[in-house]
């Protein structure tokens, strides 16, 4: 073998050794199969019941809980937006692949730009997970993120609600660490949904972690699955 062969070997099994996430990626969940999303907990804190209609924003893991959370009677609307669908086709593969199984009939796939949420009206709930932070950042354009919510507020019923959890960051950072640590302050986000008229309606601790720092990448192999996560509820006013 030759030095340099040698070396690049020797640097992918350091680097599979520091993240073995990336050398063995686990098999896909989604909020079905995995008790750690807690899925039951946060579709109660949502509200939803049978004959709902609610859009699922950056749609994945969760799609199929909310099918049947709302029923045949109800509607999942799952939105992906186009910058996410060109730099990763997999995840409407997985969507269209929902929506092939009669058991999820109720589900309807969406896309169009981030700017241009094509969101239908009269919705009871819009729930993003973990990617409200994603709109601030370089590859999704980044989005205009007060058109963003705008467009969730004309979309949602008097009375709906806008539900947002994502992986918390420290007070003070706002939006510094949207792009490297995957994180967002809580603070941005009540600031942001103020702006676009929603009243805070609750927010749930059950996917808080005291014990993050929030100094890591919420991929880092230390905390990856077990971040600090704020679950808040916004309502549309009557």
């Known amino acids: 073998m030759s030095r340099r062969a040698f070396l690049a070997a020797a640097a992918f099994a350091s680097l599979a050794l520091a993240f073995p996430a990336i050398a063995q990626a686990p098999a896909p969940t989604d909020a079905l199969t995995d008790p750690a999303m807690k899925a039951p907990e946060v579709i109660k804190f949502m509200g939803l019941k049978p004959g709902d209609q609610v ?42 692949k929902i929506t092939a199984d009669p058991a999820y009939a109720n589900v309807s796939v969406v896309t169009s730009p981030g700017n241009a949420p094509n969101l239908p009206k009269g919705l009871n709930a819009v729930f993003i997970r973990q990617n409200y932070h994603d709109l601030y950042d370089k590859f999704m354009g980044p989005v205009d993120v007060p058109a963003f919510n705008k ?85 549309k006013p009557k």
């Open 55 to 96: 859009a699922d924003l950056v749609a994945g893991r969760f799609v199929r809980a909310l099918s049947q959370a709302v029923g045949p009677k109800g509607k999942v609307i799952a939105y992906e937006p186009d910058e996410i669908v060109k730099t990763h086709p997999e995840a409407l593969a997985s969507l269209t």
């Open 151 to 235: 467009a969730v507020y004309a979309a949602l019923k008097p009375g709906g609600v806008y539900v947002i959890l994502d992986h918390a960051d420290a007070p003070g950072t706002g939006l510094t660490g949207t792009e490297g640590r995957h994180r967002i302050e809580k603070a941005r986000v009540l600031a942001d949904m103020a702006a676009a008229g929603f009243k805070l309606d609750g927010e749930s601790d059950i996917l808080a972690n005291p014990g993050d720092d929030h100094s890591k990448m919420v991929f880092h192999p230390s905390i990856r699955g077990k971040t600090d996560q704020f679950l808040l509820r916004f309502k």
